[in-house]
């Protein structure tokens, strides 16, 4: 009966599953020292000579003393510190910071062997202050650790020298605590007295960000320094517009608004560069040099337009002399006489209201008659167009009697029509009509205009020397017959 009763117990004791007691928790105290004291026991398997023989290494693989597994141990404590003290803030579960989890560090030999971890003191000393301090500082290896005077860099309580003194040698610095007028006038003079461009111009950059355009363009104009290098920032940033500015407000001498004006130059593109003419007509420059960029700015905006209509004529063949003779370069940034001559070549008979009429473009730039004259002779001569160039010069009085008049002399309408190799009719018309009878002479022998040398002979009644000059016709031609028949005609007289 007593040993049914125990097969009975050892049945119901055997399962997994018990009923709930007041005595589990010493239960579970007692497995915690059984366990314990089985571990204890492990220390008669390893021997005790074996643990100088084996290297202690964390569970990196690391060996442990070394100098990055101090710095690694280092910074994991660092981080978990903040990360239990973080996580306490935001629970408010309890007043106590959460000390932070130790990463084994030591060999399995001294974990069989039951040997308690030594803690130095100033690793305590340490995690005591790192966990129960209010702010997080940072635990750096011993030989990793900065100099004290070091960590005055991450101050911001710096004066206007210091910080000029810091930037010059390298040093990273924020210039946003100076936020007065009088503070960033004071930093500006201090990098000014330290004669370094670098720290000159970062802070102008600081002072163009965080002052308005008037008040620095004031405060420059007596900084005569400071003031070059923020043009020479300007200009190497391609900043025209507030360059233009700066040169309108400020009081400068001519050849620094003459060197601005020239920076046109390096401009390609052609709206950029009309948008830059404009900006320059209001630098302070005399009335005739604002007249002059007046004009300029007037031409390439013409230019423009012309160069648009006629590329679109050019490309649909829509023009006769497009077709003739084929423009060989762009109209775009050709000086005034230029531009003058190609209207006169492709553009001579249209009206004075379109903008490539050679006559719009003589009363809006008030170009002088012998420049339009000789401009528009070269042209029409070019093209053989003898009708307009006797066109050029017929003029009428008040009683509508025509005359030819040459502004610019008719020995020079001369030679530019021997240079487009006017036919010697043409030229024989224009060399009669030049008043000085030696240079009608030289011109008429010159370009073998045989009927006016015989002609002004025979009104100076020169016998001698068209006698002479007979010699130096053909035989047989009509100017030898006709030197003969006036010579004849003065024997008979």
């Known amino acids: 009966m007593s040993r049914a009763r125990a097969d009975e117990e050892e049945y119901w004791h055997s399962s997994k599953f018990r009923a709930f007691t007041f005595d589990d928790e010493d239960d579970e105290l007692s497995q915690l020292k059984e366990s314990k004291r089985a571990v204890n026991s492990l220390r008669d398997i390893v021997d005790d ?14 060996p442990v003393g070394s100098i990055s ?8 404590s660092s981080t978990s510190l903040l990360e239990g003290r973080d996580s306490s803030l935001q629970k408010g579960s309890s007043s106590y910071a959460a000390f932070p989890k130790q990463v084994s560090s030591y060999s399995l030999s001294s974990l069989f062997k039951g040997e308690v971890p030594h803690i130095q003191y100033g690793q305590m000393a340490c995690l005591s202050l790192s966990a129960l301090s ?18 005055k860099d991450y101050s911001s309580d710096w004066s206007p020298k210091d910080t000029v003194r810091r930037m010059q040698r390298g040093k990273v610095c924020s210039l946003e ?24 111009t970062a802070v102008l950059i600081f002072l163009k960000r965080t002052l308005r355009r008037e008040i620095l ?20 940033t391609g900043e025209q517009k507030l360059l233009l500015d700066l040169l309108r407000l400020c009081c400068f001498s001519l050849p620094l608004q003459l060197s601005q004006y020239r920076e046109h130059l390096n401009i390609q593109d052609v709206e950029k560069r009309r948008e830059f003419l404009k900006g320059c007509i209001g630098l302070p420059f005399s009335a005739e040099d604002t007249s002059h960029i007046q004009d300029h700015y007037t031409l390439l905006e013409r230019q423009i337009i012309i160069e648009a209509n006629d590329r679109h004529l ?37 009206a004075e209201g379109t903008f490539s009429s050679p006559t719009n473009l003589k009363k809006t730039f008030k170009i002088p008659d012998k420049q339009y004259v000789l401009t528009a002779l070269a042209a029409r001569a070019k093209l053989r167009a003898w009708d307009d160039v006797d066109a050029l010069f017929t003029t009428k009085n008040w009683l509508g009697y025509t005359k030819k008049k040459a502004p610019i002399g008719f020995h020079r309408v001369v030679e530019i029509l021997q240079r487009n190799n006017a036919p010697v009719q043409v030229l024989q018309e224009y060399v009669r009509l030049v008043e000085d009878v030696e240079t009608k002479l030289n ?32 035989r047989g031609s009509a100017e030898e017959e006709k030197i003969n028949g006036i010579l004849n005609n003065v024997v008979r007289n």
């Open 49 to 62: 000579d074996d643990d100088d023989d084996l290297e202690r290494v964390s569970w990196s693989g690391e």
């Open 314 to 350: 050019e490309t649909a063949g829509q023009s006769e002399i497009f077709r003739k003779y084929p423009r060989k370069a762009s109209i775009l940034n050709m000086p005034l006489v230029t531009t003058l001559f190609y209207s006169c070549f492709y553009h001579y008979t249209e």
């Open 217 to 236: 363009f004031r405060e420059l104009e007596v900084r005569q320094v400071a003031l070059c290098h923020l043009i020479h920032f300007l200009k190497e």
């Open 69 to 76: 597994w101090s710095i690694k141990e280092t910074a994991s």
């Open 177 to 200: 605590r100076f936020r007065s007028l009088q503070d960033k006038l004071m930093l500006l003079d201090e990098a000014v007295a330290g004669h370094d461009g670098n720290v000159i």
């Open 443 to 474: 011109l008429a022998t010159k370009y073998k205009c045989h009927d006016v040398v015989i002609e002004t002979y025979r009104d100076l009644k020169d016998r001698i020397q068209l006698t002479a000059y007979k010699c130096k016709v053909e």
């Open 134 to 151: 209010d702010t997080g500082v940072k635990n750096y290896a011993p030989e990793l650790r900065r100099p004290k005077a070091e960590y």
